[in-house]
Nanobody, 122 residues
Framework: QVQLVESGGGVVKAGGSLRLSCAAS????????MGWFRQAPGKEREFVAV????????YYADFAEGRFTISRDTFKNTMYLHMNRLEPEDTAVYYC???????????????WGQGTQVTVSS
């Protein structure tokens, strides 16, 4: 079992930055893949950025490339999503996820946090 708790969401103006955090507990951190998905109103959950199970590889959605950075601190059992140059289209609930057989498919992830709201105003 893995428990995930996100924090760091909020309201920011376009062009601003936010850092989301995901605190993990349960199984030993870094023994499973982790990542971020998001869901905007009226849309399906979509892939944002992920770590492979080894932690050696990271992958980003096209919209996140160059603006978002995923990182993790194994001593704190915490993963982060640094988001820069935010746009109104980034408004969504952001979810921390863990353990999967397919990094890019939402339904394949086993554990989900409760989500944290990010709202970007124009």
């Amino acid at each position: 079992q893995v428990q995930l708790v996100e924090s760091g969401g909020g309201v920011v103006k376009a062009g601003g930055s936010l850092r989301l955090s995901c605190a993990a507990s349960g199984r030993t951190f870094s023994t499973y893949a982790m990542g971020w998905f998001r869901q905007a109103p009226g849309k399906e959950r979509e892939f944002v950025a992920v770590f492979s199970r080894s932690g050696e590889s990271t992958y980003y959605a096209d919209f996140a490339e160059g603006r978002f950075t995923i990182s993790r601190d194994t001593f704190k059992n915490t993963m982060y999503l640094h988001m820069n140059r935010l746009e109104p289209e980034d408004t969504a609930v952001y979810y921390c996820v863990a353990e999967t057989q397919n990094l890019f498919v939402a339904a394949a992830w086993e554990y989900w946090g409760q989500g944290t709201q990010v709202t970007v105003s124009s």
